[in-house]
């Protein structure tokens, strides 16, 4: 199961549309969550339906929260999303049985079945979440908050049966325009890590759509970072895709 | 998600179950859990709850748990999943729910506040009681806290909302943040007795020092939260001196399981210091320390005039 996660606290504003760039996230199997960080304040109008529209259009789930909350809505979403990923599954195998891929249209008894697979299920396969973080200016305050959530997720999944990973990536890059850049390839484990986020410097632009492009390619050339993974177990900071 | 939960059943409705036909007429609400709403609902002159959920699936996993509960229950317990089926809400869509047995009782708060903090210790005892009987059966409670325990008359305790009960190895299902050890840096969030007994400790302190041990979640960075800080509010409280040591165990995860837990906690019970009742109060202190201060003056002067 892969999933994107994207934190976030406004528009997008380079380059392609990231609607669009969920929609091929999902269409690759991979599934976009997007949470938007509130301060205060909100995210307006216009962030608030593109936070939604991504998630949609990714197969995900959107939330508006404040960063209080934030460590239990990534955990949450995260957890929600392996159900909905293994219940759609599920449901396309039902639908060629019964003909009807409804969970609900089942008597009690026969849910309880298909339900008890699809726990089992979700707490047995493998799990991959790449979170991709907006690191433009306005989140500069937000990032101690988004690296508790990370660390809380990280040993969320950790309880999990089955092999979890995680990999973090920030955008916009640093220098020469970089649409994304890489802080931590694919682990299992944040002992040691001291610091997920090492001094950013915080670019002007948000392209949200090309950094979720990155990270589909990322996801498609399974192998990319591995070689050199043995090497810096796991940990390649400040790489860039 | 689970928190836009819109069913809303008024008072008075007769609700009739989609397969089975059951009906049950709404008397109100009782309390809100991660999965749903509880109300209170009569059948047959007999009370029950309802527990109506938005997600069939999320409600479904909980009554899995539930029913694997009841087929391992032995003789004596009570069992209380009733009747599962899906009802019609207001606005025409159709929710799960399940009817379980309606538990008559207060919170653990309002109850100590009501009858007072002496029956503290024969509660948490009584508490470990049912957590040690999940406990024995493979299952761990997971989302043990303030609001999901009931206690009724004589100081009967009850475990209500199962939503976080999680079969003994998985990863818990259910959690509430200040009673989850993996928040405080002292463990996993696998499922095991341990994760409970945590729990218990920390509503322990949840319900002599709530104002404390919540400012202590807003100062603490989250790389800093251990269990020291915990430990160090409740040897600064009265009510929990005595049981600091049983508590400073708990975070530790000495105790195996609840059992073990219980009957360390038994033996506290029968030293005197457990069920000395609370010291003066503050102000009675400064009224004291006033007095004194008052006496030895005129003691003072007394002895002064009489030179």
Known sequence: MKQILLITDGCSNVGLSPVVAAAHASSEGIAVNVVGVLDHGDVGELGATEIDEIARAGGGLSRLVNMRQLSQTVQMMTRKTVVQTIQLAVQKELKQVLGNGAIEALPPDKRGEVVRVIDELGETSGLQVALLIDASASMKPKLAAVEEAIRDLMLSLQARQGKSEIAVFHFPGTKHGDDCVMDLNWTTHLNGVQAIFPKLQMGGTTPTGPAIMHVIDFYRRGDYGRQSRDETDGMMSGYVV | ?307
């Open chain 2, 1 to 307: 998600m689970a928190t836009s939960f819109k069913v809303d059943l008024r008072r008075g409705t007769v609700v009739t179950g989609k397969w089975k036909h059951g009906r049950y007429r709404v008397e109100r609400l009782l309390g809100e859990g991660a999965n749903g709403k509880v109300y209170l609902v009569q059948r047959d002159r007999s009370w029950f709850a309802l527990k109506v959920g938005s997600d069939a699936v999320d409600l479904q996993s909980e009554i899995n748990v539930l029913q694997s509960m009841a087929k391992q229950k032995q003789q004596g317990h009570d069992s209380f999943l009733y009747d599962v089926d899906d009802l019609y809400g207001p606005d025409g869509r159709e929710y799960p729910f399940y009817i379980m047995r309606y538990i008559l009782g207060t919170t653990l708060a309002d109850y100590l506040k009501r009858q007072g903090p002496e029956w503290f210790p024969l509660v948490g005892l009584n508490l470990l009681g049912k957590l040690s009987k999940l406990h024995q059966e493979g299952w761990v409670f997971g989302d043990l806290k303030v609001e999901n325990v009931l206690v009724a008359d004589y100081g009967h305790v009850e475990l209500v909302d199962y939503g976080g009960v999680t079969a003994a190895g998985k990863s818990i299902r259910q959690f509430t943040e200040i009673y989850d050890r993996g928040y405080w840096n002292e463990g996993s969030r696998q499922a095991d007795p341990r994760y409970d007994l945590f729990s218990f400790a920390v509503l322990c302190i949840q319900l002599h020092e709530p104002k404390r041990l919540h400012q202590l979640t807003k100062e603490l960075l989250p790389q800093n939260r251990s269990a020291d800080d915990l430990i160090r509010i409740a040897e600064a409280n009265l009510a929990l001196r005595p049981v600091a040591g049983w508590l400073r165990k708990a975070f530790a995860g000495q105790f195996a399981d609840a059992l073990e837990g219980a009957d360390a906690w038994r033996q506290l019970m029968h030293r005197r210091d457990t069920h000395r009742t609370p010291g003066m109060p503050g102000w009675l202190k400064g009224l004291a320390a006033g007095t004194a201060v008052l006496l030895a003056t005129s003691a003072f002067w007394l002895l002064r005039n009489m030179m």
